[in-house]
């Protein structure tokens, strides 16, 4: 298998487990770590109408790298909801959030047209003043800023929701 390459090792009834390789450069260290593989808790082919969540992990074997969760209450509006995505501090700004998003996309669709949809609308949210980076990531992917719910969290703290359309 070659790096960045997917290839499904085996089913079972609570998921899927992907392997999947990716070179990861660190400062402090010269040679690339390889990112073992990427582990999917639950499962996504469920009937037509039932919500679904799903957190799909990558790890290095023993340490969780990156953690992203995803909702859909309906599979026939295609429509997603990011509920987080988080990478460890000591590895972030390699792609690895990159490669979660764009994984999380691909089974997302797979489940959608597995229902007669297909994947329309990504949605997230972010701090406006705690998630700056965050804020970043999401408009790099394509998300654009279609609102700000106002002292939602603290009078001080507004919450900015971005949108990533798939048409």
């Not at 390789?21 to 770590?33: D, E, N, R």
């Not at 394509?142 to 609102?147: A, L, V």
Request: aromatic content about 6%.
């Amino acid at each position: 298998m070659k790096l960045g390459e997917f290839s499904k090792q085996g089913v079972g009834s609570t998921g899927e487990t992907l392997s999947f390789l990716k070179a990861v450069t660190s400062p402090a260290v010269t040679s690339p770590v390889v990112v073992a593989r990427i582990v999917e808790l639950e499962p996504v082919t469920l009937p037509t109408g039932k919500p679904v969540t799903q957190t799909i992990r990558l790890t290095d074997g023993t340490q969780t790298l990156a953690t992203l969760t995803w909702f859909t209450a309906d599979p026939m509006q295609g429509v997603v909801i990011l509920l987080t995505c988080e990478v460890e501090a000591s590895i972030r700004r390699k792609g690895l959030g990159k490669e979660i998003f764009r994984k999380m996309r691909q089974i997302a669709d797979t489940h959608f047209r597995a229902h007669g949809s297909r994947l329309r609308r990504v949605i997230a949210h972010a701090d406006q003043k705690n998630h700056i980076h965050g804020r970043a990531w999401l408009t790099s992917l394509g998300f654009h800023h279609i609102h700000t719910l106002k002292y939602v969290a603290t009078s001080d703290q507004d919450i900015l929701v971005y949108l990533l359309g798939q048409d």
